[in-house]
């Protein structure tokens, strides 16, 4: 994996305070896959949950602690946006295929997670099924961009 500083490339070759105002420019992405049957409360919930492991092995996608003009500090969150699409049962199979022909990190939910309550039941859970046999209902991933639009190659941006 490479480091922040490596894959944060600034647009233009300014330096010092006029670097401020020029877009970032990543040569990575985080993309959300969601099944396109899900209710609202559940494309939430699965974001939610398949986000928050990217950073646990991927620790370059968390940026800096923020504070508010008072000093009040808040967490640090991921420094790039993250894209979220949707597609079909199939296409979540297809691209949890890609992704792992690629060796991307990615982070899961089934439909079995939905009846869970807790961590531990929620990975007996995953463990139970073969991997052909999860019943994906949505996946993060995150690379290279190219890679990762790979990945994702059919799947449409979520309205």
């Known amino acids: 994996m490479r480091t922040k500083d490596e894959t944060e490339t600034p647009a233009g070759a300014q330096t010092g305070a006029e670097t401020q105002n020029v877009p970032v420019r990543f ?9 396109d049957d899900l209710e609202p409360w559940q494309r939430l919930n699965v974001t939610a949950f398949v986000v928050s492991g990217l950073g646990t092995v991927s620790p370059e996608v968390i940026g800096e602690p923020y504070a508010d003009a008072d000093g009040t500090p808040y967490l640090p969150m991921l420094r790039q946006p993250v894209l979220v ?46 991997t052909d046999q999860l019943d994906l209902v949505g996946m993060a991933v995150y690379g290279p961009r190219n890679a990762v639009d790979k990945v994702l190659k059919g799947a449409r941006m979520h309205p």
Request: no cysteine; hydrophobic share 40%.
């Open 27 to 35: 040569d990575t992405k985080i993309a959300v896959l969601l099944r």
């Open 85 to 130: 699409f949707e597609g079909t049962k199939e296409m979540l199979t297809t691209a949890h295929g890609r992704a792992l022909s690629r060796s991307l990190p990615m982070a899961v939910f089934t439909s079995d997670l939905f009846s869970t309550g807790n961590d531990r039941d929620n990975r007996a859970a995953v463990r139970s099924v073969g």
